[in-house]
């Protein structure tokens, strides 16, 4: 185990910055909902610097424990914040005097898909205790290991069904807005970006939670798992768009 000191330093510093941006923003727009995004910069940000230490510490399974923990569970808090924001969404741009997409209400989104998430959460930290316990004991990190991937599954799923239900609100104000009026067009500049940079978030954190699933599926000494310029390529940069996306789309703007 030999990670790359400069890679995870020039990871943790962009982190860093978005995140002194976002506790910007939010506190300036006064967005108590984007507290979830902002932990999760905070989580990202402490589990690179972690592993920054750790490249100088090898031998060390508290910081490879600390490190991966934070970095597994990380995008849980960006995917609460999907829902939440989209919930916002549909509440505040919907024509319809109880908003709702595919049925479902904004109330329910959020709670639905927020409660998925929760126990997702919960799921993945379970199996990251159990990983980070297992030292030589092959059986509990197996254990940990699939602990993990169900957390994971879990939230692909839940994702799924999310970008389905938000596919189907944004084709249902596609048609109400056709003949937009200049009041229409000046509310669909407001929802359009925001909804774009939320697709553009959730299939990240989709493509990061499948390379996720398959590294642990591996296991430790798998092809994922020992190849650090994948784990760059497939988690560390994929988070990164979400955090900047929404540094430049701000919700507390609108």
Not at 9 to 30: E, N, S
Not at 101 to 113: E, H, K, N, P, Q
Not at 209 to 220: A, I, K, L, P
Request: hydrophobic share 50%; with cysteine; proline share 4%.
């Amino acid at each position: 185990y030999d990670p790359s000191l400069a890679a995870a330093i020039i990871v943790a510093h962009v982190y860093f910055m978005t995140t002194v941006v976002h506790i910007f923003q939010a506190t300036h727009y006064k967005t108590r909902f984007c507290i979830p995004l902002i932990i999760g910069e905070i989580w990202e940000t402490l589990g690179y610097a972690i592993r920054a230490a750790g490249s100088r510490n090898e031998e060390s399974v508290a910081l490879y424990a600390v490190q991966l923990t934070l970095v597994v569970l990380a995008p849980a808090f960006v995917a609460a914040f999907n829902y939440m924001l989209f919930g916002r969404i549909l509440r505040t741009y919907s024509s319809d005097a109880k908003p709702k997409a595919l049925g479902v209400s904004d109330t329910w989104v959020t709670r639905i898909f927020v409660g998925c998430d929760v126990v997702s959460f919960l799921t993945q930290s379970a199996g990251a205790a159990m990983l980070a316990g297992a030292k030589d004991d092959v059986k509990q990190s197996n254990t940990g290991q699939h602990i993990v991937i169900g957390g994971l599954v879990l939230q692909l799923v839940a994702f799924g069904f999310f970008t389905a239900i938000a596919v189907s609100f944004h084709l249902n104000m596609k048609r109400s807005h056709k003949p937009a009026g200049s009041v229409a067009q000046e509310r669909a500049r407001e929802w359009r970006p925001l909804l774009l940079c939320l697709y553009a978030s959730c299939i990240l954190i989709m493509l990061r939670s499948v390379y996720r699933v398959v590294e642990f599926s591996q296991g430790f000494n798998g092809y994922l798992a020992s190849h650090e310029d994948l784990f760059y390529v497939l988690e560390a940069i994929p988070m990164m768009p979400p955090f900047i996306l929404f540094n430049v789309f701000h919700p507390g703007r609108i």
